[in-house]
DNA sequence: TAGTGTGAAATAGTTCACAGCC
DNA sequence: GGCTGTGAACTATTTCACACTA
């Protein structure tokens, strides 16, 4: 069965709000629910299970133990990798920060930066190291994930220092496209350019 | 002329390029030379710059400058919107070092928290008001986009406050749905859904 | 009888392919 | 001859609509 990239987010989603049911002891849960509480429809919410193969019932629903551990183990399956996140300024702390307190399925085990005065420190639980040790440490932990929040300039050339090490996929944060090689997969976050478009399309109510 | 979501992000884009490539004294650019740098294919560059009615010639390709112009133009006339923040946590200040060290079109005029060690201070040239203050100051400053870095459990509660307000859309960056009505316009900014997807969808190098 | 599973329609977005121009 | 403009084909994603079932 082959997964969307947009199905898999949503499925991640579905996941986090599943625990929080389960947390409530919520037992079952309707198609419709769900759509209303993660913003979208209950359609979609049922082709996306039916996807994974999950089955509900027409009376009660979907069981929220049983879908919460399908989804958990299938995304655990592929989704449970290594990451590394390089330039620890103002939003490479944040990113550490939140993940530190949100433990998400994909671990930041490594932080780098070129900055003498960061190297060595802990940052969120995350150890700082010099840029030069990027593949070494790489290897050694088999990350598979990069995370950019480096300059702009910096971006393309720390980039390719990942993927020389071993990394196959990077979250870019700076606003530049990064080229890479097929086999590898970047996931942009363009901050700006999601503000701009944002307020391109926003309807002023000041006339 | 209608633009769809991904062509003004892909615009802005494109006006960044363009810019720097003023700034290098470029005169006329190919398609497929921005296409490049901005890591997609030609054709694509082809056809946003014709829905925005600009057309090159064959022999040289697009005028820079002019192009750069005219998206500019067309961006500010819808873009040029005011801003604010709310919840001066790590991510909230990230995005306002950020924003003001880039200064994009959209400008972050105010921001909000309800720490009261951080009121009154400026934070990246931004003065923190307390959370009660919202409406006052969105009113003032016409304010039309909210930026909303607070904890998950606070973001429907800020949000609507942000609605009542007078805003009408919001750059969501907790990871839970919002409510809105139709009028308002939320997009959603998951770091976290983000990295697992990256996660999901990259093959591992390490076996 | 409300809610599921799902083929089919609709919509959004991307790429192809080729005529026409400089 | 290489590059643009653009209809048409294609792909991806969402929504509709309805038979079916607990």
Request: glycine share 8%; proline share 3%; charged share 25%.
């Given at each position: 069965m082959e997964l969307s990239p947009k199905t898999v987010e949503r499925l991640a989603i579905y996941q986090r709000l599943l625990a929080e049911l389960e947390a409530a002891d919520v037992d079952y849960v309707h198609s419709q629910a769900i759509a209303d509480m993660v913003?979208?429809?209950?359609?979609?919410?049922?082709?996306?299970?039916?996807?994974?193969?999950y089955s509900g019932n027409p009376a009660r629903g979907y069981a929220v133990r049983e879908l919460r551990l399908k989804i958990e183990t299938l995304?655990?399956?592929r989704a449970r990798k290594k990451a590394a996140l390089a330039g620890v300024?103002?939003?490479?702390?944040?990113?550490?920060?939140?993940?530190?307190?949100?433990?998400?399925?994909?671990?930041?085990?490594?932080?780098?930066?070129?900055?003498?005065?960061?190297?060595?420190?802990?940052?969120?639980?995350?150890?700082c190291h010099p840029l030069e040790e990027l593949p070494r440490v790489v290897t050694e932990h088999r990350i598979d994930l990069g995370i950019l929040t480096v300059p702009a300039p910096e971006a393309q050339r720390v980039a390719d220092l990942m993927l020389l090490a071993g990394i196959t996929g990077i979250l870019n944060f700076a606003p530049v496209p990064l080229r890479v090689p097929s086999w590898a997969r970047?996931?942009?976050?363009?901050?700006?350019?999601?503000?701009?478009?944002l307020a391109f399309l926003t309807r002023s109510r000041w006339g």
């Open positions: 913003g979208n429809t209950s359609a979609q919410v049922r082709r996306d299970l039916m996807t994974i193969g995304l655990d399956r300024g103002m939003l490479g702390r944040a990113i550490l920060a939140y993940c530190e307190l949100q433990k998400p399925r994909t671990e930041i085990v490594a932080a780098f930066d070129v900055d003498p005065s960061k190297i060595g420190k802990l940052v969120s639980g995350c150890l970047v996931e942009q976050v363009d901050i700006l350019a999601k503000l701009e478009t």
